[in-house]
């Protein structure tokens, strides 16, 4: 990041979700530093007096949107996107109103956006063992079965933590999402995950430490480890298609079509030989068996291969840099 990028003093906006925090939120506007220039909290339908203890902090960087009901984490969040585009952020940082989430790290998180290297960027509390020691057991384990899934979903092989709400993303980026696939509720992160990798978007991990005290999760991992693997896998299909079939066709679709193809032949050959095997109570010859176990081989070599190549294809070129370059071309030509 150079001097003239800091020098520009871009306009930071952090959008809270503000439900049930009445005990935190005081506390944690109070903890924003001075160059976050707008906040936005999001009372989604509080049922305590929470968005009354956030009107007492007085500051004057904040705006207040209330919804008549609750729409979730998601609603919340994309209420304040659409608020913080229209006061014209740059970066929009995502953070909870349980105190949960240190102010300290916000240069940490919003750096990789700022120096152009990324267009999104999240919390990652697994990049230090020693810190590790404050957080759960139950969370660890949950969030590595959680992490591994949305890796295989998004196609975004090099993050960590995709269930971490700290999150930044710079507004350009905003308008290219398809706000209508993405999840109103705790799938909501996931769901952002999976939305720009099919828009090809950077994003970037960041190092934040783990900060419980008290509170209960809302989201139990266990319970996401039932309820989010049909969508991830929901996801997953649909980037497969869209991106390896429709927006191009590369060697990694021709892997995973013969891989697939290949491994169901000598699965379904070798059961089918197996149940006559079994029906007749003969032996199978030697060239049946061959038949059977040199696809599956081969077919899984390919998918092996297949997921190598993709975890190569990780989003390097920020899209920012493209969208700021277009914007600039047509205030020129206007």
Same mark, same amino acid.
């Given at each position: ?7 520009? @003093?871009? %306009? ?10 009445? $005990?935190?939120? #005081? ?6 530093? &001075? ?7 999001? *009372? ?21 949107? /209330? ?19 229209? +006061?014209? #952020?740059?970066?929009?940082?995502? &953070?909870? #109103?349980?105190?949960?989430? *240190? ?30 020691? @404050? ?13 591994? &899934? ?10 960590? *933590? ?7 993303? %710079?507004? @350009?980026?905003? @308008?290219? +999402?398809?706000?209508? $696939?993405?999840? $109103? /509720? ?17 994003? /970037?991990?960041?190092? !934040? ?37 429709? /927006? ?24 089918? %030989? ?8 003969? !032996? ?5 068996? &061959?038949? #059977? ?14 997921? !190598?190549? *993709? ?13 700021? +370059? !277009? ?8």
């Amino acid at each position: 990041m150079n001097k003239n990028t800091i020098n520009q @003093s871009p %306009h930071i906006c952090v959008v809270i979700p503000l439900y049930k925090a009445r $005990k935190h939120i #005081a506390d944690v506007l109070h903890g924003l530093p &001075m160059f976050v220039k707008t906040i936005i909290v999001v *009372d989604d339908c509080s049922p305590d007096d929470s968005y009354e203890c956030a009107l007492a902090v007085g500051d004057k960087r904040v705006h207040f949107i /209330r919804h008549e009901y609750n729409q979730g984490v998601g609603g919340a969040v994309q209420s304040g996107y659409k608020m913080a585009h229209a +006061l014209g #952020a740059e970066i929009v940082v995502k &953070m909870d #109103a349980d105190g949960q989430m *240190d102010p300290a790290y916000l240069p940490n998180l919003i750096a990789p956006i700022l120096a152009g290297t990324a267009d999104y960027t999240k919390g990652n509390r697994f990049l230090n063992d020693l810190q590790l020691k @404050s957080m759960p057991i139950v969370r660890r384990i949950g969030n590595a079965g959680l992490s591994f &899934m949305t890796k295989v979903a998004s196609g975004y092989w090099n993050i960590f *933590d995709p269930t971490n709400g700290y999150t930044a993303i %710079h507004t @350009s980026i905003i @308008s290219l +999402l398809d706000t209508e $696939k993405l999840d $109103k /509720r705790y799938f909501f992160e996931s769901s952002m995950l999976i939305e720009l990798g099919m828009l090809r978007a950077v994003i /970037r991990d960041v190092h !934040i430490p783990a900060k419980y005290q008290n509170e209960v999760s809302s989201l139990s991992e266990w319970k996401a480890l039932f309820e989010f693997p049909p969508r991830l896998f929901k996801g997953f299909l649909k980037r497969l298609i869209t991106q390896y079939y429709i /927006r191009d066709f590369t060697i990694f679709s021709v892997l995973l079509l013969f891989g697939i193809f290949l491994s169901l032949f000598g699965i379904t050959f070798g059961l089918y %030989h197996w149940y006559l095997s079994a029906e007749t109570a003969s !032996i199978a010859s030697t060239g049946t068996v &061959m038949l #059977a176990v040199l696809p599956l081989i081969l077919g899984s070599q390919l998918l092996i291969q297949a997921m !190598i190549v *993709d975890v190569q294809n990780v989003p390097q070129e920020p899209l920012q840099k493209n969208v700021r +370059l !277009i914007e600039e071309v047509r205030s020129i030509l206007s």
